[in-house]
């Protein structure tokens, strides 16, 4: 008896990556009207907490779509990693949570809320290829990029982690500064907040979304040109080519000199501010004359300068606070809105640099408090 090939199976999709259009697209593949793009997205996006409800009032084709595509062993499945762990700051203004993907990689997300603010802060990779030495992500090196679908994820998990505990607050800022550089990530992460600030889903808005980056340049011209309406973030942490080679390797690439102008033909490509994170290391970056060549060089860029107080990695001390106020005096001075950043959730290892998946390979179990480590129980809930 011949038996005929069996055609091959693609390998099954997240629907968390596919972007409103893709799904229109994968509806009329299969014959369903992309009209029900609307309901999947509204339940999926603004009614979902994490992954999707089924609901009564889905059209039959839409249903059957769903009963037949997603899911186990189906063409398409949804994001819901496990909560491996998860722990608050003793002020509970931060809730960080490990989250271990389908391939047992960890990446943390982290929830703040201070200042009546609700903010995600979410990683792009897991670990990072930069490298930064002060920086214990960089520490760790690079794993792999995270597609959109897994950057989505860590917001609708922490909306979750919200509407349970806080529900009549909403989440509406939104940080690229967990683990990972977002802009060696660039495709997926631009897709991931196409979807975040949709309208008609979790509605995130762009100028309530920060794209921090230690100075990937094509990405940078790439969002200008583009067009990208998401607040630009820029790290520097060096004045001069020599200080900042010492902090960020990837300044052997693209240096110092050539990143400004990037930055100036950002600014002029866009009209919009770009934001300078400098984070502040005793003895390496935090002198007056640094901050006055700091000055000097953004002259004339519609700058806001983020002094960041160093959280403690191995073999990098803070800058005490006098001297950081002394730093940003002279940067007000010069003209320069600048701010300090406040040092949050450090008693939870939350602060930047040190979201490092150091818990990776841990048989924690998941806890249970906001853990929705049945990865049956997020996935498909028929009414
Ligand atoms: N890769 C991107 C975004 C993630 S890092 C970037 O580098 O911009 C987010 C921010 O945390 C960056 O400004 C980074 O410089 C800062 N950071 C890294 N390690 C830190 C540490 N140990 N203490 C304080 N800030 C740190
Ligand atoms: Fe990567 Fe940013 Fe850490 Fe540098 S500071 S190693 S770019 S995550």
Not at 27 to 48: E, M
Not at 56 to 83: H, I
Not at 201 to 209: A, C, E, F, T, V
Not at 287 to 299: D, F, G, I, K, P
């Amino acid at each position: 008896m011949i038996h005929s090939p069996e055609p091959p199976r693609l390998p099954p999709r997240s629907l968390h990556d596919l972007g409103f259009a893709g799904i229109e697209g994968e509806l009329r593949a299969a014959g369903v009207s992309a009209h029900h793009a609307k309901a999947l997205w509204r339940a999926l996006y603004h009614d979902g907490e994490l992954g999707l409800t089924i609901r009564a009032d889905f059209l039959p084709p839409l249903k059957r779509w769903l009963a037949s595509s997603v899911g186990e062993g189906k063409a398409f499945f949804l994001d819901t990693p496990e909560v491996a762990d998860e722990s608050h700051s003793d002020d509970g203004l931060t809730h960080k949570f490990l989250l271990r993907l389908s391939d047992g990689h960890s990446i943390e997300t982290v929830l703040m809320g201070y200042d009546g603010r609700h903010t995600a802060c979410v990683s792009t990779q897991v670990g990072c290829a930069m490298g930064c030495v002060f920086c214990a992500t960089g520490q760790m090196g690079f794993v792999r990029h995270l597609r959109p679908g897994e950057i989505i994820a860590q917001v609708l998990h922490v909306r979750r982690v919200m509407r349970a505990t806080q529900p009549d607050k909403r989440l509406r800022n939104l940080v690229l500064m967990g683990m990972g550089e977002p802009l060696h990530n660039y495709d997926a992460v631009m897709q991931a907040l196409d979807t975040l600030s949709s309208v008609r889903g979790l509605n995130i808005g762009p100028s309530k979304i920060s794209i921090s980056t230690v100075g990937v340049i094509p990405g940078i011209l790439r969002m200008a040109a583009e067009a990208r309406p998401y607040r630009l973030a820029v790290s520097l942490h060096g004045a001069t080519e020599a200080e900042r080679a010492a902090l960020v390797p990837l300044s052997s690439k693209w240096n110092l000199t050539e990143l400004i102008a990037a930055c100036r033909q950002y600014g002029a490509l866009t009209g919009r501010r770009i934001f300078f994170e400098w984070t502040l290391i005793a003895g390496h970056n935090d002198s007056l004359e640094t901050a006055t060549r700091l000055a000097e060089l953004l002259r004339g860029i519609d700058a806001h300068i983020n002094l960041i107080p160093l959280n403690p990695t191995s073999g990098f001390a803070g800058t005490p606070s006098a001297a950081g106020h002394a730093f940003q005096r002279v940067l007000r001075a010069a003209g320069f809105p600048c701010t300090f950043r406040q040092r949050r959730g450090i008693d939870v290892a939350a602060g930047c640099g040190q979201l490092q998946a150091s818990a990776q390979g841990r048989s924690t179990p998941p806890s249970s408090s906001a853990g929705h480590g049945d990865r049956s129980s997020g996935v498909l809930k028929l009414a």
